[in-house]
Each structure stands twice: as structure tokens, then as C-alpha cells.
């Protein structure tokens, strides 16, 4: 387990975004309203955050709840205004009605990003074939992360997916590197590492008094001590 692992802190405002940051995060997922599972925030947020800390930012394209694409037009809209906000790190993923993936939607939001990096989100845990997901999405600029949990239910559920997937790092459709987040606990991560997984996303496992409070540096850091490997719960929550 040489290589250290990335952790990645969801982040909704400024104060988030700098207890994230001292707690030792990797980087940062902006988001709003978490209620609809996190949309798209504001440009004047992202800017703030961007001014108030130093990590890597992706900021989440999605403008309402489920993963329909919706307006493509407007999306293309906000990208560029969050780019003009100093975004240059995406997240995103839209399926259509069948849960294949809308690769018209997708590919257009990649070429507007013109070869920013992005994640496709959990849409992947709610499509009906991930492994042709993958495919189809493979090669477009810009993607090199999957943010996924192996199922929809989370990584207590997806945890044979994620070990498998993670066995066919390098095949086409699985160059990308998964990030995992969705219900995962402590606990999880030493199979996962075991496994070769090596980046891990938090939410509300940052904020032990829940989505109403912010993110606690103190829970950050202690995600990053097992992360680096100086503990290994065999049971955490």
C-alpha cells in the first residue's frame, strides 16, 4: 500500500471546504442541496471556495434530482460560467429513461470542458449495464474517474462489484480510476486497498452531526490516518 490514497470531502461553502482541507482531503466535490443527492452549486460559491483553499475542486454538473440530463443547453451555461468562476474539474453523469447512458448529453458536456478532468458520478450505480457504460464512455476527453459504490444500495452491496473492477484496471472501459463513496464506512477500506482501490469519497462521514452541520476536520483526519495507513479499524462506522 505505497501509494497514497486520494480523499475526496463533499463540500457545500467555504467553511466545508477549509475544515476539509486541514483535515488532510485530497480534494474537494462542490455540490448544493443535498436533499435532491447534491446539484450543481453556485458560480459565486465555487469562486469563494476556489480563493479559499489550494486542493483540486471538481464541481458537480447536475441541475436537478435524478440523472436525467435535462436542458443540455442550460448545462452547457453553467459550465462555462463555473469555469469562468476558476472550475476546472467536473463531475457528471446522465443515463436516459432505459438507464443506458446519455451519450449525446455526456459527450457534449465533455467537448464544452475541452479536456478539463472530470468524474462520472454515481449515475453508473443505477445503470442497467455498467460494464457497456464503461465502454461507450471510453476514450472521452477528459474522464478519468469513476465515482461508484458497486451498486445502488451502496458498498455494502457493491463490494464484490468494486473488487472486480477495480481486477480489470488498464482494459478498455476500466483505464479510468475508481473513486469510491456511497455508504462507505471505515471498515471497508482495507479490503478495498487490498483490492488496489485507491480513492475514497465522503460526505456525510465528514460530519458526524449530520447534513445540517459542517464538515469536522477532527472526522477528515481521522479518514485520513487509515487512509495512509496507520489504522485499520476492524469494525467503524
Do not use: N
Request: aromatic content about 4%.
Amino acid at each position: 500500500m505505497s501509494t497514497r490514497a486520494v480523499l475526496e470531502v463533499i463540500a457545500l461553502d467555504v467553511e466545508d471546504a477549509v475544515a476539509a482541507q486541514a483535515g488532510g482531503a485530497d480534494r474537494l466535490e462542490l455540490v448544493t442541496d443535498m436533499a435532491a443527492d447534491g446539484l450543481t452549486p453556485p458560480a459565486g460559491t465555487v469562486a469563494g471556495i476556489r480563493a479559499a483553499v489550494d486542493i483540486s475542486l471538481r464541481v458537480m454538473l447536475r441541475l436537478a434530482d435524478g440523472f436525467a440530463a435535462g436542458d443540455v443547453d442550460r448545462l452547457v451555461r453553467v459550465a462555462r460560467e463555473l469555469r469562468d468562476a476558476g472550475a476546472d474539474e467536473f463531475v457528471l453523469g446522465f443515463l436516459d429513461a432505459d438507464g443506458a447512458v446519455d451519450l449525446a448529453a455526456v459527450e457534449r458536456l465533455a467537448g464544452e470542458l475541452d479536456g478539463c478532468r472530470w468524474t462520472f458520478h454515481r449515475a453508473i450505480d443505477r445503470a442497467a449495464d455498467r460494464d457497456a457504460l464503461r465502454k461507450q464512455l471510453d476514450g472521452l476527453p477528459g474522464l478519468d474517474t469513476y465515482l461508484t459504490a458497486g451498486a445502488a444500495g451502496g458498498v455494502d452491496d457493491g463490494l464484490p462489484t468494486l473488487v472486480a473492477e477495480a481486477a480489470r484496471s488498464g482494459e478498455p472501459g476500466y483505464e479510468q480510476r475508481i473513486m469510491v463513496g456511497g455508504g462507505l464506512r471505515l471498515d471497508h477500506v482495507p479490503r478495498l486497498r487490498d483490492a488496489g482501490i485507491d480513492a475514497f469519497h465522503i460526505g456525510g462521514a465528514a460530519r458526524p452531526g449530520g447534513w445540517d452541520e459542517p464538515v469536522s476536520a477532527a472526522a477528515v483526519a481521522q479518514w485520513r490516518t487509515v487512509l495512509d495507513g496507520e489504522v485499520f479499524p476492524s469494525s467503524a462506522s
